[in-house]
């Protein structure tokens, strides 16, 4: 397990982008943390690194958004897992894992009955306060791997 | 106009599916004959928000219903139509999948050309519904549950460029959120405009996302929703920690004032910008009053013509999606074939799939 602080949105971007740099077509990053902690931040920096059709909006409303390449590499699958109650739901959704980057948002409990390896990525935000206009109070990252395949990511 | 000069003018069925509502509209030329439309919100509610499973199966079950009933609503039948035009997308995929299904069936089956429009299009399409003359370039903000666009149509078939959109969550969303967490049903909208009515929309100052200077250089016509919904977050967090009493009103009042006030201002300063004096607005928000009368306040104010179709028009429908389809085939256009598909991430430059 490792742990990252992450200074300001543009940052959470990066880290985004050199996971990205990073991935390949079958590879699932689970995302935790509470509403506004950073996930569609961190999503939106991957999908630019991955160069996929944007805009990486948050997917709430339509629970899953599939970002075709705009090269020849694999497609982004960006699916927000809150309001699913089941992981049958998830396996509902007819998701290509084998082809796809696949970024699951509120993913806990849910990708184990699915899938075998994923990257977990817990972003946290202070709870309470005031945020400021710019919000760029620090996130804290944990980063834990399930599987043998992220063994070697590499964080810095 | 009149009859035999209407009856040039192309027969268009229009089907829309791109999310939670089945819709059937038929058009002849920029005459209204039918717009029927049936909902899935309800089987939705308790889902907190729309399943694309869901959805789908429910447009399956109601298309066929629908469909009959805008034929006899437009007293035609389907040989009588000169072409069939559909939501390719931007939208949910499943839900998209069944009505460019059955858009293609009825299109192979009566031999008749098809059309694949862009859904976003579509709703500025509705306005040539209105019976008012509709003049060009003009800016129009949509916003609904799933979009928060902010467009520059010079022409409806050739030209539309996409100014801004939101970067993170759409405007409905964060209604949606934020009731959630002020623990408030699904759909939001309706609710937070509910509670807002008795409460002080000054109480909190809640941000104005990307409207900073330092953002408004790369951001100018973008939105962004995530760090008000934050920000309300941590407000009602630090209120409950310290074990007072949410004041749901005023937060739910702070909130819609913040979201209408960077939504209007921005389309606002486009047509400043561009020097377009015109307005038109669409998708479900048009519903929420504080939207509303804020656009009529400041338009009024900066002489912007704003306009807003009824709600039966602005909220997702098959009526804009054939009145689209039947500008395109006045325009001259090739339909579509059959190659396409549903597109979840359409763009806007795409007019016609």
Do not use: C
């Given at each position: 397990m490792t742990e990252l602080t992450i200074p300001t949105p543009e940052e959470m971007g990066e880290l985004g982008a050199l996971i990205a740099g990073q991935l390949r077509a079958g590879d699932v990053i689970a995302l935790n943390g509470e509403l506004g902690a950073g996930k569609t931040t961190f999503t939106r920096g991957l999908g630019e690194a991955l160069g996929v059709r944007g805009p990486?909006?948050?997917?709430?409303?339509?629970?899953?958004?599939?970002?075709?390449?705009?090269?020849?590499?694999?497609?982004?699958?960006?699916?927000?897992?809150?309001?699913?109650?089941?992981?049958?739901?998830?396996?509902?959704?007819?998701?290509d894992f084998a082809a796809s980057v696949v970024v699951v948002e509120w993913a806990a409990?849910?990708?184990?009955?699915?899938?075998?390896?994923?990257?977990?990525?817990?972003?946290?935000?202070?709870?309470?306060?005031?945020e400021s206009e710019e919000g760029v109070e620090p996130r804290l990252v944990t980063v834990e791997p399930h599987g043998e395949r992220w063994h070697e990511i590499r964080l810095v | 106009m009149t009859r035999e000069h209407r009856a040039h003018e192309p027969l268009v069925l229009g089907i829309e599916t791109s999310c939670d509502e089945t819709g059937v509209g038929i058009?002849?030329?920029?005459?209204?004959?039918?717009?029927?439309?049936?909902?899935?919100?309800?089987?939705?509610?308790?889902?907190?928000?729309?399943?694309?499973?869901?959805?789908?199966?429910?447009?399956?079950?109601?298309?066929?219903?629908?469909?009959?009933?805008?034929?006899?609503?437009?007293?035609?039948?389907?040989?009588?139509?000169?072409?069939?035009?559909?939501?390719s997308g931007p939208g949910l995929s499943g839900a998209l999948m069944v009505g460019v299904g059955a858009a293609k069936a009825l299109a192979v089956s009566l031999d008749k050309p098809?059309?694949?429009?862009?859904?976003?299009?579509?709703?500025?399409?509705?306005?040539?519904?209105?019976?008012?003359?509709?003049?060009?370039?003009?800016?129009?903000?949509?916003?609904?549950?799933?979009?928060?666009?902010?467009?520059?149509?010079?022409?409806?078939?050739?030209?539309?460029?996409?100014?801004?959109?939101?970067?993170?969550?759409?405007?409905?969303?964060?209604?949606?959120?934020?009731?959630?967490?002020?623990?408030?049903?699904?759909?939001?909208?309706?609710?937070?405009?509910?509670?807002?009515?008795?409460?002080?929309?000054?109480?909190?100052?809640?941000?104005?996302?990307?409207?900073?200077?330092?953002?408004?250089?790369?951001?100018?016509?973008?939105?962004?929703?995530?760090?008000?919904?934050?920000?309300?977050?941590?407000w009602v967090e630090q209120r409950r920690d310290a074990g007072e009493e949410v004041p749901v009103a005023d937060v739910a009042a702070s909130f819609r004032e913040a979201v209408a006030d960077v939504l209007i201002t921005k389309a606002v300063a486009a047509c400043r910008d561009l020097g377009v004096p015109r307005l038109l607005l669409g998708g479900g928000v048009v519903a929420n009053a504080r939207v509303r009368a804020l656009a009529e306040e400041r338009c009024a104010a900066a002489g912007i013509a704003l306009r807003i179709p009824p709600f039966s028009l602005c909220t997702d429908n098959g009526a804009m999606i054939a009145a689209l389809g039947a500008q395109l085939v006045a325009a001259g256009r090739p339909p579509s074939g059959l190659g396409f598909g549903a597109d979840s991430t359409l763009p806007v430059t795409s007019i016609q799939a």
């Open positions: 990486v909006t948050s997917p709430t409303f339509v629970l899953a958004r599939t970002h075709p390449s705009l090269g020849d590499g694999p497609p982004l699958v960006h699916v927000d897992a809150y309001r699913l109650s089941h992981p049958a739901e998830l396996d509902d959704l007819d998701i409990g849910m990708l184990d009955a699915v899938v075998d390896e994923w990257l977990d990525i817990t972003i946290r935000r202070p709870v309470g306060g005031v | 058009v002849r030329g920029t005459t209204l004959l039918a717009n029927v439309i049936a909902s899935s919100m309800d089987e939705h509610a308790r889902y907190g928000g729309v399943v694309p499973e869901i959805a789908a199966r429910a447009h399956l079950e109601a298309l066929t219903p629908t469909l009959t009933t805008a034929l006899e609503q437009a007293d035609v039948t389907l040989a009588d139509l000169d072409a069939v035009a559909v939501t098809l059309y694949a429009v862009n859904h976003l299009v579509g709703h500025v399409g509705a306005d040539v519904l209105t019976g008012e003359d509709v003049e060009h370039p003009t800016v129009a903000l949509l916003v609904s549950g799933g979009h928060t666009s902010l467009l520059l149509v010079r022409d409806l078939v050739n030209d539309v460029e996409m100014l801004g959109e939101t970067i993170d969550d759409a405007a409905g969303e964060a209604f949606d959120k934020v009731a959630r967490l002020l623990g408030l049903p699904y759909p939001g909208g309706p609710e937070i405009d509910r509670a807002a009515a008795s409460g002080d929309p000054t109480a909190i100052r809640f941000p104005r996302g990307l409207s900073l200077p330092k953002d408004m250089e790369k951001h100018r016509y973008d939105f962004s929703f995530s760090g008000l919904k934050t920000a309300v977050a941590r």
